[in-house]
């Protein structure tokens, strides 16, 4: 049978939190650059980091309680005797 790894589904998990930890530098830098520097500029950032680390630990949480050692079996034979029945 032909079977691939849960890990293999980390690695576009990967890619979606390196291109979220991107814009959200991005986001801090004109946040940082363009805002104004009174005190509800400092509350929407905080905000956002705050909000952000939340959804990243809750994701950290949730993804540490899997195995990723395990496989998901499609049920395609790899071998051709298999394939008809011999």
Not at 24 to 43: A, M, Q, R, W, Y
Not at 53 to 68: A, E, K, M
């Amino acid at each position: 049978m032909f079977s691939i790894p849960l890990s293999i589904f980390l690695i576009p998990y990967a890619l979606v939190l390196f291109v979220f930890a991107l814009f959200s530098l991005i986001n801090l830098f004109h946040l940082v650059k363009f805002g104004e520097g009174i005190f509800p500029d400092f509350i929407a950032t905080a905000a956002y980091l705050g909000v952000a680390t939340l959804i990243l630990f809750v994701s950290w949480q949730y993804l540490s309680g899997f195995n990723w050692k395990e496989t998901i079996d499609l049920g395609l034979p790899t071998d051709v005797n298999q394939l008809f029945g011999q």
